[in-house]
């Protein structure tokens, strides 16, 4: 059975930080690349930053420069470090494993960037 379990969302002022982690379960972690995306209410849902079983990392242009996404593999873990957060950040924060066509997605956590 597959999981990806999120946490660290909750409520930051504008310009704090937050550390996001994803823990990954039932697949063979460092084979999967791994992705951050993100929904906010009555938006789609869009990619926020990826990294593949190589290291190699890519992010939105939203977010570039302020995000870092990283990876554990012995820890079976993805994170995304998000800095100088703005209002238009707050969303719910999905992690995603993908390999060829298996595709899972965690359930997500909620991020609020309010003063």
């Known amino acids: 059975q597959v999981q990806l379990v999120e946490s660290g969302g909750g409520l930051v002022q504008p310009g704090g930080s937050l550390r996001l982690s994803c823990e990954a379960s039932?697949?063979?972690?460092?084979?999967?690349?791994m992705g951050w995306h993100r929904q906010a209410p009555g938006k789609q849902r869009e990619w926020v930053a990826g990294i593949g079983s190589g290291g190699t990392t890519n992010y939105a242009d939203s977010v570039k420069g302020r995000f870092t996404i990283s990876r554990d593999n012995a820890k079976n873990t993805v994170y995304l470090q998000m800095n100088s957060l703005k209002p238009e950040d707050a969303a719910v924060y999905y992690c995603?494993?993908?390999?060829?066509?298996?595709?899972?997605w965690g359930q997500g956590t909620k991020v609020t960037v309010s003063s």
């Open positions: 039932g697949i063979l972690f460092s084979s999967f690349v």
């Open positions: 995603k494993a993908s390999y060829g066509f298996q595709k899972y």
